[in-house]
Nanobody, 128 residues
Framework: EVQLAESGGGLVQAGGSLRLSCAASGIPWDTYAIGWFRQAPGKDREGIVCISISDGSAYYEDSVKGRFTISRDNAKNTVHVYLQMNSLKPEDTAVYYC???????????????????WGKGTLVTVSS
């Protein structure tokens, strides 16, 4: 069974940093990507960054480009994807989710509700 679990959220002041982690286990695919999404209060969920687990290529939305960095650790049984978030802004406040598999690259990050898996999310709060 595919399972994803996020961790690392918390409260931070504007300008600060946080590192989120997504642990993915039970992955049956050979080639896939994991994405980070976020949902702010009263707003739709948005995809912000994704990474190909096989080759490490990444895609960033403009809203986080230059501030957030995604990386992965291909362990044997559990893949970890990290999101280093620097220069945080109050508008980064949201619940952050990881999901797999996602379409990564091109102009956006895509999901397929028929086959994707999601973690339960971790709350990031950035105070001004």
């Amino acid at each position: 069974e595919v399972q994803l679990a996020e961790s690392g959220g918390g409260l931070v002041q504007a300008g600060g940093s946080l590192r989120l982690s997504c642990a993915a286990s039970g992955i049956p695919w050979d080639t896939y990507a994991i994405g980070w999404f976020r949902q702010a209060p009263g707003k739709d969920r948005e995809g912000i960054v994704c990474i190909s687990i096989s080759d490490g290529s990444a895609y960033y939305e403009d809203s986080v480009k230059g501030r957030f960095t995604i990386s992965r650790d291909n362990a044997k049984n559990t893949v970890h994807v990290y999101l280093q978030m620097n220069s945080l802004k109050p508008e980064d406040t949201a619940v952050y989710y990881c999901a797999a598999p996602v379409g990564c690259g091109g102009a956006t990050i895509t999901t397929n509700p028929a086959m994707d898996y999601w973690g339960k999310g971790t709350l990031v709060t950035v105070s001004s």
